[in-house]
């Protein structure tokens, strides 16, 4: 959104916004994903045989359908820095598809549970599944799709800002219907999570620390890494 709302000082309208997000890469790569014409929403979700809200079954079985490794996978559709914005945001709206089809039936997952009940209010992967539900149900056009996406992210990151009370790190800002962009994003280092994670690992007894501080991955730590990769 940053990208396409550019170096228009005088803001960019929701619409118009919508638009420029829908353009020729958008559909090309939802078709290369797809392997078919997706005319709305609900033809993307069909290819990933989610053709109605997920139960329990449904989730768990797209779960072990696509791994972490296959190439739908939501880890495998992220980072594509190369795309255009209208590219990268088929590839966003395709991940965000399939972690709503692995864990919209998932409510007694012990770990979604948790995720749930720790994000409250907050935004998460769960403030999405209202719109997935909706856009499953019915033939919802992308235009509106998008747009609420949009509006969803801008209004999260104002509340964050104002939350945080950080009003220079207001990025786009919105003026009636007009997007406004305020400034660059620019992402910063941050101080690594490897130690942490190594002692949860250990703690978690899925590695093991020999004499000389030497790392192996324990038989419990090998089956669930097999589990995860499907």
Known sequence: MLELVGADVSGVRVE??????????????LRALAVSRCKVPRDFFRSLGIDAVPSEDASSALRKEIGMLAPNSEFRL?????????????????????????????????????????AGAGYWLGSTFPLFDKWVRS????????????????SQHYGVMRERRKPDSLWVHFDGDL?????????????TRHLNAVNILLDLLLLEEDDDRGLTVTEQGRRLLQEVLG
């Not at 118009?16 to 790569?29: Q, S, T």
């Not at 692995?102 to 995720?115: P, S």
């Not at 660059?184 to 280092?189: G, I, K, W």
């Open 16 to 29: 118009d916004l919508v638009e420029r997000i829908l353009g020729k890469d958008f559909y090309d790569n």
């Open 78 to 118: 992220c980072g594509h820095e190369r795309l255009t914005p209208p590219g990268r945001a088929a590839r966003a709206f395709a991940a965000l598809s399939v972690l709503y089809g692995k864990w919209r039936g998932a409510g007694d997952d012990e770990g979604f549970t948790r995720v749930s009940a720790q």
């Open 139 to 154: 033939a919802v056009t992308w235009s509106e799709a998008i747009r609420s996406l949009v509006i969803l992210i801008l």
């Open 179 to 191: 997007v406004i962009k305020e400034q660059d994003y620019q992402s910063t280092p941050r101080t």
